[in-house]
């Protein structure tokens, strides 16, 4: 088990690599939720001024 962590000497590139890997992957399905959240959001409010325009 030793062994294949430390990975033949290469153990802080490989896990590292898997480490950015994960960010980037994380990041790539956060950014479309935030965005949908925010778009929701945003119309929603241009509802609310909307019903007030009309008013």
Partial sequence: M???LHMGGYAAYVW????ITL???LANLAAPIMARRKLLTQLAQREKRAQRMKR
Avoid: C
Avoid at 16 to 19: L, Q
């Fill in 2 to 4: 030793n062994d294949f």
């Fill in 16 to 19: 590292s690599s898997y480490g």
């Fill in 23 to 25: 960010v980037v992957l």
